[in-house]
């Protein structure tokens, strides 16, 4: 039996308290086996945490790990814009190889910024997977179904392949990757696919995963061809349902929010890329405030730029408080557990918290810097001054993806040169 002991550091607890305790983990369950006093614990193993933070892994609730090969390569645009004149024919020349290179750089980038799981839409899922299991992290997964300006048999292969790869990958890398249906939005996919599809992904307990209510473009449509908001007519095909959760959700009414909140439909809410795209402020605080469940993504390095989750509390807190016209409104306790507590509930894992018998997820933050001084509360510079550069160890399941800021799973090195290379040749190709 292997113990690593996270030792001499400060602990962010459940209830968003901050004392000083050490935490012992069982690398072969991958639990946390004890939280205690300073000293009153042995492991085999050590993590040097003094001067440091003990924080849960973040949870990444919605991106698309792979598109980091696009970072930077469209911008100031809007999204129907973007995708249409840039994303969409660069991702028409994308290879296995290409997603497998762009997924690895992807999490590279979270471990060494404190992230141990995400939830992901995109294709070639294998790969994905794959990359997942070597990084350590836990995910959950699922191949992203269009319909639009397809004919009907190739409508149909993209829905069923998202039922296939759910059901395929579920339960891989150990129990780390778990998987969910993906119908793109509600936009995309027409709605005798999504009437005849999400039935049988129901009925196979599989969770859901689509983009909703992003902007207004997805809005009108729904409402002159349905003659009901987007909700209601996703509830009425059966896709609001308690193991499904949305991306973005920027434009609800209040019906919207009550469905939600009913139905126990989560959210994953992107500050960044909702900002960049200029799509609109979502009412975070009016869903927390009707009980719905809202983690935190950052959505595709190509539409934030990065996939720093603090990045992400920063701006979940900022432009919630705009939409809310409330300074109080989305505080820095409330970030902080949308980022973890409410992302592990999305995708449901039992990580999120520091806990005896939670999953051993977790990162360390260096206080040890300017911007982090003086420590008054240590809450608001989770939320407020943290960088992704100031977490120095990442834990997940019990393993150590990263010490002392050296991540242990990849070549840093070569992940990232062969993905500035796999991007080079991409947009190479797209352009010929
Ligand atoms: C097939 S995976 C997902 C698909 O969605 C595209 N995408 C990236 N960001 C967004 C966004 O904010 N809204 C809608 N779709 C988005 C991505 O490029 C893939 O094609
Ligand atoms: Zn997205």
């Known amino acids: 039996m292997s113990e690593l002991l996270v030792t001499g550091g400060q602990v962010l607890r459940p209830d968003m308290t901050v004392e000083r305790a050490d935490v012992l983990v069982s690398q072969d369950s991958g639990d946390i086996v004890a939280v205690d006093e300073p000293?009153?614990?042995?492991?085999?193993?050590?993590?040097?945490?003094?001067?440091?933070?003990?924080?849960?892994?973040?949870?990444n609730a919605h991106t698309h790990v792979a598109m980091t090969l696009l970072?930077?390569?469209?911008?100031?645009?809007?999204?129907?814009?973007?995708?249409?004149?840039?994303?969409?024919?660069?991702?028409?020349?994308?290879?296995?190889?290409?997603?497998?290179?762009?997924?690895?750089?992807?999490?590279?980038?979270?471990?060494?910024?404190g992230t141990t799981a995400l939830s992901d839409m995109y294709f070639?899922?294998?790969?994905?997977?794959?990359?997942?299991?070597?990084?350590?992290?836990?995910?959950?997964?699922?191949?992203?179904?269009?319909?639009?300006?397809?004919?009907?048999?190739?409508?149909?292969s993209d829905l069923q392949e998202s039922l296939d790869v759910a059901r395929k990958l579920e339960g891989a890398a150990d129990g780390r990757v778990r998987t969910t249906f993906q119908p793109h939005s509600l936009t995309t996919v027409g709605e005798e696919y999504l009437s005849e599809f999400v039935p049988q992904a129901l009925d196979d307990d599989l969770s859901i995963h689509l983009h909703a209510n992003e902007t207004r473009d997805e809005v009108?449509?729904?409402?002159?061809e349905h003659g009901q908001r987007p909700l209601a007519y996703?509830?009425?095909?059966?896709?609001?349902?308690?193991?499904?959760?949305?991306?973005?959700?920027?434009?609800?009414?209040?019906?919207?929010?009550?469905?939600?909140?009913?139905?126990?439909?989560?959210?994953?809410?992107?500050?960044?890329?909702?900002?960049?795209?200029?799509?609109?402020?979502?009412?975070?605080q009016d869903l927390l405030d009707a009980g719905v469940t809202v983690g935190i993504g950052t959505d595709g390095a190509a539409s934030n730029n990065d996939l720093d989750m603090f990045d992400e509390m920063r701006d979940a807190a900022m432009i919630g408080k705009l939409a809310a016209?409330?300074?109080?409104?989305?505080?820095?306790?409330?970030?902080?557990e949308m980022a973890t507590a409410n992302g592990a509930a999305l995708l449901g894992f039992d990580s999120g918290r520091i806990e005896a018998?939670?999953?051993?997820?977790?990162?360390?933050?260096?206080?040890?810097?300017?911007?982090?001084?003086?420590?008054h509360d240590l809450v608001s510079h989770l939320a407020y001054a943290v960088h992704g550069s100031d977490v120095?160890?990442?834990?997940?399941?019990?393993?150590?993806?990263?010490?002392?800021?050296?991540?242990?799973?990849?070549?840093?090195?070569?992940?990232?040169?062969?993905?500035?290379?796999?991007?080079?040749?991409?947009?190479?190709?797209?352009?010929?």
Request: proline content about 4%.
């Open 39 to 59: 000293g009153a614990l042995d492991g085999d193993d050590e993590l040097d945490a003094n001067d440091g933070l003990v924080i849960p892994g973040l949870v």
């Open 71 to 113: 970072r930077g390569l469209a911008d100031d645009k809007p999204l129907n814009t973007w995708l249409q004149e840039d994303v969409w024919p660069v991702e028409a020349e994308l290879t296995a190889d290409d997603i497998r290179a762009g997924a690895e750089l992807g999490l590279v980038e979270m471990i060494r910024s």
């Open 325 to 336: 016209d409330d300074a109080s409104a989305v505080d820095a306790g409330t970030v902080v």
């Open 392 to 432: 120095c160890h990442t834990v997940c399941d019990g393993e150590v993806l990263m010490r002392d800021r050296t991540v242990e799973v990849f070549d840093e090195g070569a992940v990232r040169e062969r993905a500035s290379e796999h991007a080079a040749a991409l947009v190479e190709r797209a352009g010929d």
């Open 234 to 284: 996703a509830d009425d095909i059966g896709l609001l349902d308690g193991d499904t959760y949305v991306a973005h959700g920027v434009y609800v009414d209040d019906s919207e929010i009550d469905l939600l909140a009913e139905t126990g439909t989560g959210v994953a809410h992107c500050p960044a890329s909702n900002m960049k795209l200029a799509s609109g402020m979502a009412p975070v």
């Open 357 to 375: 018998g939670a999953n051993a997820d977790l990162a360390v933050i260096d206080l040890d810097a300017p911007h982090l001084t003086p420590a």
């Open 220 to 224: 009108t449509p729904i409402v002159d």
């Open 124 to 156: 070639e899922v294998e790969e994905i997977a794959d990359a997942v299991d070597q990084a350590g992290m836990r995910a959950v997964l699922g191949f992203t179904a269009v319909t639009v300006g397809k004919d009907d048999e190739a409508a149909r």
